[in-house]
């Protein structure tokens, strides 16, 4: 079985500009996908979007490997949007959400199934 266990913190901080709201988001644990399933820009980090089944096979994990590699993004298993309005933010959280499940199941969907080992069989007219 596949899954994703995601912990969702958040945040209300003020700022000159006035109240920001944000949501942080952490993937704390998963079976069948690795943890990382947040894409960020490789270059300065920021935060682009859950990843979808594409993502999980193209852009590597960790922005150390993502700089080695010359990959535009990396993965990551935290992300944080923030928003000046909180149904803004409440909008964000409803994304991470739905997007997270929806790769859980593409995921399922593009795993090859074990054919097992060599076998031999012998079919005859008899």
């Known amino acids: 079985m ?4 995601v912990k969702y913190v958040p945040l209300t901080t003020n700022t000159a500009d006035g109240v920001r ?6 993937v ?10 947040f894409v960020h820009r490789t270059d ?5 979007h859950p990843a979808m089944a594409y993502d999980m096979n193209v852009y590597p994990a960790g922005q150390a490997r993502a700089l080695s590699e010359g990959a ?4 990551a298993s935290t992300a944080r949007v923030e928003h000046p309005a909180s149904a803004t933010a409440a909008s964000a959280l409803r994304t991470f959400k739905a997007r ?3 790769l859980v199941r593409q995921w399922r969907d593009t ?6 080992d ?7 007219s008899e």
């Open 2 to 5: 596949i899954w994703l266990e």
């Open 21 to 26: 709201y944000a949501v942080m988001a952490e």
């Open 28 to 37: 704390i644990n998963s079976s069948g996908i690795e943890r990382e399933v």
């Open 44 to 48: 300065d980090g920021r935060y682009m």
């Open 72 to 75: 535009d993004f990396y993965r």
């Open 100 to 102: 997270l499940a929806i």
């Open 111 to 116: 795993q090859t199934e074990d054919l097992g």
């Open 118 to 124: 060599v076998e031999v069989e012998v079919y005859t």
